[in-house]
């Protein structure tokens, strides 16, 4: 039988390293609540000087990074005051980005619907923190972040890894410095700098250049296109533009595109960007005055830094209780998150998976606080909406994602689209309303934990790494 001082490692090793000069404990062994333990949790908060960072120090039971769709629907299930525990949650703005909105706001800054996030989750038992994630400690179970210009570390005993994603630019030279790419924030080459460059060019017949035969890039030249008719746009993909769901699917898309008068380039490998021309790999070369790079996502380089097992895209491999292979008291979830078994539907980028992704990590981490196994994470999808500017594509999916019954395409597809986008934040929403209730399709999918696996697969020894 494991003895208290094993069940309680997480805690007992936080207090070893915050106490270990005085070498007092703030949690005598004996007394110590564990997360684990069916008791209700006490709320922890402890402070400590870092000498080397010269700032205070503080103890969550879960810190949430990122508060994208997968950040928010984990803090807002677990800060449920009954369940007492204390819970941090980290971003970057207080503004909750909606990034499914980003093309928008090539044309116009997109008004938050969530302006004030620290506001939002006022009557919850999330303190939120505005700052920025420097690096993160698996083994010390410790973040660093900056906050208002300086560094200060805060401990964990469980992490939600939901730092979302960026567009990738480390695929072809030059996209970094030459091409603008739809991403959030204050870089000279964000979705804000894209917006100024577009309409600096407004008035002429400038040449845009959107490169990514995904979701993405088609929002992105159909908004530009759709805005600025007078702009030639050119869409430049390494397959077949809109080639991601079925061939319905695509040929609305392409249609659409067309009618716009986007112009489609299919089967062109960028090898090089200069300042004012893409080159190809069969020897093209396509002069842009705003190049548009929209070809691949990958996640912030934190997690691979920190030495957890992640994919080529720096994605956290989880396996399906969505915890780290490597570090399983960090658990990673939405565009940050790579599950390395079967998920119901595909794990794709999405506001749906993330959302649920998030919640179901919370789950885990209250099922351990309670000393229970819960059922592996899956989920189902229902439809998927594409904007093709002032059009859109919407279809219905089946619970494995694939496309079924029609294709809805032009300006009644973009209506219902805005409608389903606006559902999708009411998840946040209606979790913040009345936490714990919310549930998601396909939450079943994955068999229960059998009677044996609940006893071999005992909660306290599987958050130890290297399991
Ligand atoms: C233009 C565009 C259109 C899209 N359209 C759709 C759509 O129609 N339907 C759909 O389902 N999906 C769509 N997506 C994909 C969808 O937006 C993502 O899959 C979803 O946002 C992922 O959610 P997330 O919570 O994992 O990450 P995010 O929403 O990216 O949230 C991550 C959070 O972490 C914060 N963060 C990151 N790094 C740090 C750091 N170092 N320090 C502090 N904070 C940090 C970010 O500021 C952000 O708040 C679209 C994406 C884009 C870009």
Redesign the pocket.
Known sequence: MLQGRDRNWPRATVARLLFSRSQRSPWPRRATPSLFSKQKVRVQRKSSMSPSLGSSQEVYDVVVL??????MMAALRLGRRRLGLRVAL????EQF?E??R??ESMVAPVKPRIASLSRYLRRTNVQFIRA??LSLDPVRNMVTIEEDGSPRTIAFEQLIY????HVDTDNAPGALQHAFR?D?GEDPRSAAALRAALHALAGCSARVLAVGGG??SV?AAGEAKSTWPNMSVTLLSLTSAGDFSSAKVQSVVRRDLTRLGVELVDNERVIEIESNVVNTASGRRFPFDICIWAAGMRA?P?ATQAGLEVDAQDRVVVGTDLRSVSHPAILA????AHPNGPTGAPFR????A?AVSGVYAAEQVIARNQGRLIRPFSFSTFAQ??AVGRFAALFPLDANDHQMLFVLGGRAASVLRSIL?WLVLHFITFERLLPGVQTWPGRKRAAAPSASQKSADRPDVQLKAGR
């Open positions: 990122g508060a994208g769709y997968a950040g980290v971003n970057g703005s980005v990034r499914v980003l093309q920025r994630v939901a730092l979302g994603s739809l959030p979701p993405l929002e912030p934190i979830v939405g565009d940050s980028a999405s506001a749906l993330a909406a594409v986008i």
